[in-house]
């Protein structure tokens, strides 16, 4: 298988885990033709498979597909088929043999099987592998059903269908909505609404204590009313002042005369000067002598 087909094959096969369910291992439904044009091109038909899913795969056969096979069986390299077919996983599709004398067509089993209740939905996730052109075209209006078939020796994946493809980008649409109205509801700070379940229960809880509850529900308006007016309080601010930094300091009282007001005694004694020595002129021959002044204030 080349590169560029591979990596086709696996997005597709991510859009179908992501948008319709489909895990691993896959189940894929095969008809009687791809068996034995499986065995005539001398095909692994299960690694194949798991090549071009890129995964588990777990194969399933009707048993009308099978009936097919065994009608097929003069055709040459058909006995092998059969052997094949029969390690198969048995898909019961109802047909029984003592029901129908002859095995439906490979559309009608497949359709049955896949879109059982005819809603155009696969609710059991199969992949259909079929060679039949018209149970490709009907497996094609119904929503989320790959679609693999054998083209000259190389097994092929069909792109996505319209029908499918809708389903997934309405499903990406709602996912996005629902991720809008998340994001919307946590940015407007809206509360979460209660669910119907909840008020059926305060409902009976009312019913069986009238009193109480009267009591529970007036408490509960009390409270309301006094958030309420506490919100439309607004906080009161006092008279606004001048800044103190730049405010002028004030100066000290001076006496009448102009001059600073002298100091009392209790105020404290004045401070004394500090007394300086000063050195006498040196006589021719006499020793130094020292005068001591002081002065007070």
């Known amino acids: 298988m080349r590169a560029k087909r591979s990596k086709q094959y696996k997005k597709l096969i991510q859009q179908y885990q992501l948008h319709h369910g489909f895990r691993e291992p896959y189940q894929v439904l095969v008809d009687a033709d791809l068996v034995h044009d499986a065995e005539r091109f001398t095909m692994d038909l299960q690694a194949g498979l798991e090549r071009t899913l890129h995964g588990k795969v777990k194969i399933m056969i009707t048993q009308c597909c099978i009936r097919h096979l065994y009608s097929k069986n003069k055709e040459p390299g058909v006995n092998r088929a059969i052997d094949l077919a029969k390690t198969f996983e048995r898909r019961r599709c109802g047909h029984r043999p003592d029901d129908f004398a002859e095995a439906l067509s490979t559309l009608d089993c497949l359709s049955h099987v896949v ?142 005369g102009g001059s600073a007001k002298p100091k009392t005694a209790d105020d404290g004694a004045p401070k004394k000067k500090r007394i300086r020595k000063h050195k006498a002129q040196p006589a021719d021959g006499a020793a130094p002598a020292t005068a001591e002044v002081s002065a007070e204030a």
């Open 115 to 256: 879109d059982e209740k005819g809603r155009g939905e696969n609710k059991h996730r199969y992949v259909v592998a079929t060679q039949d052109q018209n149970v490709r075209r009907y497996m094609r209006t119904v929503s989320g059903v790959p679609l693999i078939y054998i083209n000259r020796s190389v097994m092929i994946m069909e792109p996505m269908s319209e029908t499918t493809a809708k389903v997934g980008a309405s499903a990406e649409r709602a996912k996005f909505r629902s991720e809008l109205r998340k994001s919307t509801s946590e940015t407007t700070g809206e509360k979460r609404k209660r669910d119907d379940s909840d008020d059926n229960d305060n409902d009976n809880e009312d019913n069986d204590d009238d009193a109480s509850g009267d009591d529970d529900k007036s408490a509960k308006v009390d409270k309301v009313d006094k958030s309420e007016e506490k919100k439309k309080k607004k906080k009161a601010f006092g008279v606004k002042g001048p800044n103190p930094l730049s405010v002028k300091k004030k100066k000290k009282p001076t006496a009448p």
